[in-house]
């Protein structure tokens, strides 16, 4: 009897909580199918105008023979292409992307509480972090690229109307702590040899003689920064209390790779002229052959 | 047929609209006429094979627009719209190096409709770019990928990397000095990866250099196999988010 009534008055609660639930329903049609007819026939007709005004690129017939300068990827890609002027090659086009995608897809399983879910921003730091993230990180990667086309040095000297000390030299770009520094013979060359048979596996040879500020410039540094940055901005983060939760990271984190990857690809996008040289956007010509 | 039976003074309007809406043709594809009760409206929905991608209902908020922007759906509309130029393109489109690049020539100039034809794919394809990297980011600020949705956000990155390879590949058929030299640079950079970098450049563009192979195998990938793979993937994804109880809501 008294099973039967609990059980009774729990459906009626559970029955209340679907109408409730009902209530705040719409039904797909129309609700929801007029919407996506009225998105998808403005996207077709703004395309469609689009198309009619701007003809999509054609240049001459490819030319092996011709090399563009600069000769650039897809726009997508050209944050790493600009990542490419700074460090390894191996580090930037392939390294780099493929850990950014696996921590993107990370992110569900680190963030896997229920805060601010199904609502736009809407646990209470997630305005600011959402700033302070997109703001640390678009910055960030703007003086990195300052200082590695040496625009220091261009305000050191507007400002202070000498030369740059030569005694200082080693901190023009980061490639400078490589070239401009008296590194030890030895240091260039250090024979670690090629004893992983990767040949007896039909791929290439793997030599790995290592010089020691060649390492630092093209793998230390970019690593540490890319790297120590983030974690460092979390840290920092937490310890004067805008970030407290899972949430709170991610979304600082989330918005930083944002603003890392828009900065980087609308420099190398619009940026970089003849020889991928930083130059304000009006300077850079078209490529030529 | 109907319209005897009908009193008089029905005017021309009327007939027409009787003549195609209750012809027995037209009856015959849609079984009922507007749904225009909630439970026809349902059934509509339901029973449609196109409409049944959605649930019947859906809360509030999510109809609002401000909610998602329409930008997984627009993804989706542009991939269609892809799929339909692109197949109006591939009629004119030979994937040779001595063909590709006159025929894109000449679809500009000898095709009627033609040069619309490619302008609409090029620009819907940067549009599908950027609407996917939006509804990413949507989605994350929504906070949508939590529990239970973790894996249909994982479905969402693939679908995020074929999405750029389809635009990568197809960026290199027009066969000129754009293509070329950007197709060039973006596979060096796969060729820079430690130790399987040189054989993976190698096997992607089937030579040491971009040339005849590159063009044919690129086209492959471009209008079949990345397609292919990306409905797949599209499909488990719509499907994911009916089984993980429509979008996300507050707890
Ligand atoms: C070809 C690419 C894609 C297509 C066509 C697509 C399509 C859709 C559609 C139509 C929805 C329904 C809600 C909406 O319109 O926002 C949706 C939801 C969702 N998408 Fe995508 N999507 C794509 C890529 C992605 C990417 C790159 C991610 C994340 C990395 C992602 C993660 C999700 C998640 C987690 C949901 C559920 C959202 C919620 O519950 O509110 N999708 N997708």
Known sequence: ??????ENATSTAVRAKARRQRDEELLVW????????????????????????INAPLLD???????????????????????LLHMDPALAGVVVPTIALIALGAIPYFDNTHDGQG????????????????????????????????????????????KWPVGLNFLRTSRALQ????????????????????????????VLDLNIAEFLVAQIIPVSTMVGLPILMSIVLWKTGVAKTRRDHMIAQFSGFIAVFIVLTIVGTAFRGQGMELLPPWLVKPPIS | ???????????????????????????????SGYPNTPRNQMLAVATNVFLHLHPTRIHRTHVKITHTYCLGGLSFFLFLGLTITGVLLMFYYVPSVERAYEDIMRLETDVRFGILMRNLHRWMAHGMVIMVLMHMMRVFYTGAYKPPRE????????LLVLTLLLSFTGYLLPWDQLAFWAITVGTNMVGSAPLLGEPNRFALIGGFEVGPNALIRFYTLHVIALPLLASVFMAVHFWRIRRDGGLARPL
């Open chain 1, 1 to 6: 009897m008294v099973a039967a009534a609990q």
């Open chain 1, 30 to 53: 129309p609700d929801l199918v007029f919407v996506e007819f009225i998105a998808a026939m403005v996207f077709l007709l703004s395309l469609t105008a689009l198309s009619i005004a």
């Open chain 1, 61 to 83: 017939r490819a030319n092996p023979g011709v090399t563009p300068n600069p000769s650039k990827a897809p726009w997508y890609f050209l944050n790493l292409q600009e990542l």
């Open chain 1, 119 to 162: 609502e736009w921003l809407s646990t209470p730091r997630a305005g600011r972090l959402t700033f302070l993230g997109a703001a640390v990180g678009s910055i960030g990667t703007i003086l990195l690229i300052l200082y590695d086309a040496s625009k220091h040095v261009v305000i050191f000297e507007g400002l202070t109307g000498s």
């Open chain 1, 179 to 206: 070239n401009d520094l008296p590194w030890p013979e030895w240091s260039k060359k250090i024979p670690l040899g090629d004893f992983i048979p990767s040949t007896q596996l039909g791929l290439p040879k793997i």
């Open chain 2, 1 to 31: 047929m109907a319209s005897t039976e009908r009193p008089e003074g029905r005017g021309m309007g009327d007939r027409i609209y009787d003549a195609i809406f209750h012809s027995y043709f037209w009856q015959s594809i849609f079984r």
């Open chain 2, 151 to 158: 894996f249909n956000w994982v479905v969402g990155v693939v």
